[in-house]
Structure formats: structure tokens, C-alpha cells
Nanobody, 124 residues
Framework: QVQLVESGGGLVQAGGSLRLSCVASGRTFSSYAMGWFRQAPGKEREGVAAITWSGGTTFYADSTKGRFTISRDTAKNTVYLQMNSLKPEDTAVYYC?????????????????WGQGTQVTVSS
């Protein structure tokens, strides 16, 4: 059974930074793509960034490009989301997801496993 556990959320002022972590367990993830998604109250889930597990190819939403960086440490089975220049509109619950395909995507319905989420709150 695949398990994804996020951590690193919290409260930060606008302009600040946070780094989210997602530890994956239960499978060999070399053929999986990983993604970060977020959902704010009253809004639809949004794809933030995605990465191939081993190849390092990345995709970003237009709203996060240039501010967020997704990366992975295959030895630690961990995916990171470094978030810089945070804005109040980045406030949301952030979810890590795994897809049983090497191709990363920002479409949530294409992911098979999800973490429980971590809250990120950016104050103005």
C-alpha cells in the first residue's frame, strides 16, 4: 500500500518561504511521477507542480512558476516543494500525489495516491 505523508506547512508572512516535504513509502517509486496540488476553501483543487521520479522533468502552474521549485531525493523517497515569495493567495491545503506513470501532469484525476495534506497560510 502506497503511503504519502506531507509536512512543512505553517503560517508565514507574505514574501516569506516554506519548504514542504512528502515522504513516500510502500512501493518502488522509480516509475512514478509525483505532483503537488492545493485546494483553498471554496475553490477547486489546483495542480501546483509535478516531477518525474527519476528523470527530473518538471512542470509548473503559471501561478507558481518562478516562485516554487519541485525536487526529489530518490534515496530518501522524498519529494519537496520549495515555495518562495509567498502571497496570501497561496493559502491552501497542499497535497502530495503519486501517479503510476513516468509522465508528470498537473491534472489531479490522473493521480492514484494522495497524502492527507498540510495547511499553508500566508498572512498579508
Amino acid at each position: 500500500q502506497v503511503q504519502l505523508v506531507e509536512s512543512g506547512g505553517g503560517l508565514v508572512q507574505a514574501g516569506g518561504s516554506l519548504r514542504l516535504s512528502c515522504v513516500a513509502s510502500g512501493r518502488t517509486f522509480s516509475s512514478y511521477a509525483m505532483g503537488w496540488f492545493r485546494q483553498a476553501p471554496g475553490k477547486e483543487r489546483e495542480g501546483v507542480a509535478a516531477i518525474t521520479w527519476s528523470g527530473g522533468t518538471t512542470f509548473y502552474a503559471d501561478s507558481t512558476k518562478g516562485r516554487f521549485t519541485i525536487s526529489r531525493d530518490t534515496a530518501k523517497n522524498t519529494v519537496y516543494l520549495q515555495m518562495n515569495s509567498l502571497k496570501p493567495e497561496d493559502t491552501a491545503v497542499y497535497y502530495c500525489a503519486a501517479r503510476t506513470s513516468r509522465l508528470p501532469t498537473l491534472r489531479g484525476f490522473e493521480y492514484d495516491y494522495w497524502g492527507q495534506g498540510t495547511q499553508v497560510t500566508v498572512s498579508s
